[in-house]
């Protein structure tokens, strides 16, 4: 690897990293805006202009807060629950394809922390890890709540990643690719998943939810029924690092359903900005332009989704666990078997007709 | 008996299948929160903004003077007598020769002490008073206690000063916001709250 790319690609990965972070930061903020102005409150506005540096107040109580851990908890496990939650959440960014390419003395470098063929599979491996984190924090507390959230969190992870699977399989059949860059790039020209898989889409969208525990599934750290969760044992900055994670993880989920099926950082009229770029600035500097623009564009779509997810913890009311689990096993994973007969059926027989009759 | 007209049956039909489908539900759910996102805020950002609270309102106390700045208490202890929360604590005094310029009655309170922390603004102090001495003002609140010494307000805290005297000068809420509106402009300002020295 060359010097140049070797530095633009470290330089990249940091600026994942921290991008990750602060917009993971800057979510807890935003949870809290969105709360207060879906209620006709104002939210946090005293640290700071609009309460911009509330994250930071938090953060600094968290760190000066006792770091307590009980008697008869399992001290190393205790300890490794938080920092599994947090390394499973910061893992999975780094397969984001977050713009196209940027151009350097000829050598064309992937915004992209890894460039992974089988991208996809990667994060579905390090989400599926995250549970880990969870689980072993919950059964670490010695405590019955705790084990109670972490079972929860345990068994509704598991049956969601079924579903989530599923209704992937028909985006992975339509792309026959598992790089989630080249899902991206198929994706070019206004031509997004969503308009072809609308079904697998909301499959897609309701799982992710059960997957970061958000409300309507957040059964995990339900306050009415388990006081806690699986994290009424931590304090300090162990609980900062579950809540952080679940911050990233999702983060995480908006930017694979903006890559998945929104796709990415494609815009309508790209080529055009592409071409006017170029044309003034030359191929490098405007191809680099371009790249910002095209990153900016999928981080605002990354941003929707994620105030989507605040949107809907604000609105709607939080699920029985029966509910759960009929929605998750006899609803939701027969529709996405449908979806994916329907998509094969779509892929075999309309696809060449379509084309056919386009020709 | 029919309280409001928006009461409902209790039904238990079956669910359509748009109900049963539930996103129908759900959007209409996020349109409404969605609404209320974009509404007007109902907040006050209350130390920078103050509701009017109305003429009646019961903050602190004040110890009023005369037109001639004589102190019109007389130390007769109805007010003490009569607070709930034994908050008042008065220590009464002869007036002097050469004092008349000062006190109005020929006794008057040497020591006049309200705790606020026992005090719960029921005004019966100023209902009890005959001499028209002790009020609780409608446009001031105790400032909040950093400590315990800020508790017990003596006579320095409650006496009003000539040159700032307590008026009721609006007696309706819209009096109050052209009056608040004036303030804001610097047209008026005659009573300026006092702070704790
Ligand atoms: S307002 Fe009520 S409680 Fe307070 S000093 Fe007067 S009588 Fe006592
Ligand atoms: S304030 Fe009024 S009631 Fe209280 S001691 Fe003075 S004169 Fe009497």
């Known amino acids: ?359 | 008996m029919q309280l409001t007209n928006r009461s409902k049956q209790v039904s238990n039909k079956e669910m359509t299948l748009m109900e049963r489908a539930y996103l129908p539900a759900i959007a209409t759910g996020l349109a409404i929160t969605l609404k209320h996102f974009f509404a007007k805020k109902v907040t006050i950002q209350y130390p920078e903004v103050k509701r009017y609270l109305g003429p009646v309102f019961r903050g602190r106390h004040i110890l009023k003077r005369d037109e001639d700045g004589r102190e019109r208490c007389t130390a007769c202890g109805l007010c003490a007598v009569a607070c709930p929360a034994e908050a008042i604590q008065i220590v009464a005094a002869e007036r002097e020769k050469g004092e008349e310029k000062l006190y109005r009655e020929e006794k008057y309170a040497a020591v006049y002490e309200v705790n606020m922390l026992r005090c719960i603004f029921c005004g019966l102090c100023e209902e009890a008073c005959p001499k028209q001495a002790v009020y609780l003002r409608h446009d001031e609140f105790i400032p909040v206690f950093a400590d315990r010494d800020q508790v017990i307000w003596g006579k320095d805290l409650l006496v009003e000063d000539m040159n700032n005297r307590y008026t009721r000068e609006t007696w309706t809420k819209e009096e109050a916001y052209e009056l608040n509106a004036k303030r804001a402009n610097g047209e008026v300002t005659n009573v300026v709250p006092r702070a704790i020295p």
């Open chain 1, 1 to 359: 690897m060359e010097l140049a790319e070797f530095v633009i690609k470290t330089i990249t990965i940091l600026v994942v990293f921290v991008l990750t972070l602060v917009i993971a930061m800057y979510s807890t903020w935003g949870e809290r805006k969105v709360a207060g102005f879906i209620q006709d409150r104002m939210g946090p506005n005293r640290a700071g202009p609009g309460g911009l540096l509330q994250p930071l107040a938090d953060a600094g109580k968290m760190f000066f807060k006792e770091d307590f851990i009980p008697a008869l908890a399992n001290k190393w496990l205790f300890i490794a629950g938080p920092s599994l939650a947090m390394l499973t959440a910061l893992l999975a960014s780094a397969v984001i394809p977050f713009g196209s390419t940027f151009r350097w003395e000829g050598k064309e470098v992937v915004l992209q922390g890894v460039e992974s063929n089988i991208g996809i599979l990667y994060v579905f491996g390090v989400v599926a890890l995250g549970v880990y984190g969870i689980m072993i924090g919950g059964w670490a507390s010695n405590n019955k709540f705790s084990l109670l959230g972490a079972i929860r969190a345990a068994s509704q992870n598991i049956s969601y990643e079924v579903a989530m699977g599923l209704s992937l399989i028909a985006i992975l059949m339509m792309s026959s690719s598992l790089s989630l860059g080249e899902i991206v790039s198929q994706q070019h020209g206004g031509n997004w998943n969503i308009f072809y898989q609308p079904l697998g889409f909301i499959i897609f969208l309701t799982c992710s939810f059960a997957e970061c525990n958000r409300v309507p599934f957040d059964l995990p750290e339900c306050e009415t029924e388990l006081v806690g969760g699986y994290h009424t044992e931590y304090g300090s900055m162990k609980l900062g690092f579950y809540l952080f994670a679940e911050y990233i993880n999702m983060f995480v989920s908006s930017a694979i359903i903006s890559v998945l099926y929104f796709g990415g950082y494609n815009y309508p009229g790209m080529d055009w900005v592409y071409d006017q770029l170029t044309g003034a600035l030359g191929t490098q500097t405007g191809h680099n332009i371009a790249t910002l623009i095209g990153t900016a564009v999928f981080f605002g779509k990354a941003l929707f989704f994620i105030f989507f997810y605040m949107w809907v913890r604000w609105t709607l009311p939080r699920f029985r666990y029966d509910q759960l689990m009929n929605l998750g096993w006899k609803k939701l994973i027969p529709l996405a078997i449908f979806n994916i007969i329907i998509t094969g059926a779509a892929v075999l027989f309309l696809k060449p007709l379509i084309t056919a009759w386009l020709n």
